[in-house]
């Protein structure tokens, strides 16, 4: 158990419809990262927050937005949810900004119908 | 840009056969390697890592050397197990942000 917890662990929903998939950190992390896993782009880093401010973005799609909240938990927002969005979530949390090592969650599965 | 490449998969050997999983990488700087593990159905383990070159990385009977001069991190095993069958990823920690960068991922299945 790496001490991230992700809620909801799987989700199906419809296109065009909207999700939050979320996270919670290990206790004291102030860093935390999201990847997307899918068949066809492989494990992709999206967007990573530290406490509470955007620090670096990657591949993420106008459609997906992230925040960090006071008490550290985070959430990704996925809106006009398309077939092709359907993949494994992770979240990641690290102590420290330059932490090296991060430590991921279980993933949350997101199939769209 | 920085980037990682493994050898592609699937890989199959029989059980107690040795593993060689293949894996370099393109970056500024020095970064930390990583190589994860994920399980069917499951999320990503951190298998083992190093820090800065020739630092071995070693976790359960799995080992990796950070080659600095060969830009090299290449997972190995001595003699697999039917429970080792999971996807491999070879990762790297980018100097700047410390997000990771994965390689595509190797697919290990171990026959009894």
């Known amino acids: 158990d790496s001490g991230v917890t992700q809620t909801p662990k799987h989700l199906i929903t419809a296109t065009g419809q909207r999700v939050t998939l979320r996270c919670s950190p290990r206790s004291g992390d102030l860093s935390v990262y999201w990847y997307q896993q899918s068949l066809d782009q492989g494990l992709q880093f999206l967007i990573q927050?530290?406490?509470?401010?955007?620090?670096a973005k990657g591949n993420i799609l106008e459609r997906f937005s992230a925040q960090q909240f006071p008490d550290l938990h985070s959430e990704l927002n996925l809106s006009s949810l398309e077939l092709g969005d359907s993949a494994l979530y992770f979240c990641?949390?690290?102590?420290?900004?330059?932490?090296?090592?991060?430590?991921f969650g279980q993933g949350t599965r997101l199939t769209v119908v | 840009g920085n980037s990682v490449t493994q050898m592609e998969g699937p890989v199959t050997l029989s059980e107690e056969a040795f593993l060689t999983i293949n894996c370099t990488y393109t970056a500024t700087g020095y970064p930390s390697l990583f190589w994860y593990v994920q399980y069917p159905g499951e999320g990503l383990q951190l298998l083992l890592k190093a820090t800065k070159a020739d630092d071995k990385g070693s976790n359960k009977g799995f080992e990796a050397t950070y080659r600095k001069e060969t830009t090299s991190f290449h997972l190995e095993k001595g003699s697999v197990q039917v429970s080792d069958s999971a996807v491999y990823f070879c990762?790297?920690?980018?100097?700047?942000?410390?997000?990771?960068?994965f390689g595509t991922g190797t697919r290990l299945k171990v026959l009894a």
């Open positions: 990762a790297l920690s980018d100097s700047g942000t410390y997000k990771y960068i």
């Open positions: 990641a949390s690290s102590p420290r900004l330059e932490s090296t090592e991060a430590f």
């Open positions: 927050y530290y406490n509470g401010e955007e620090r």
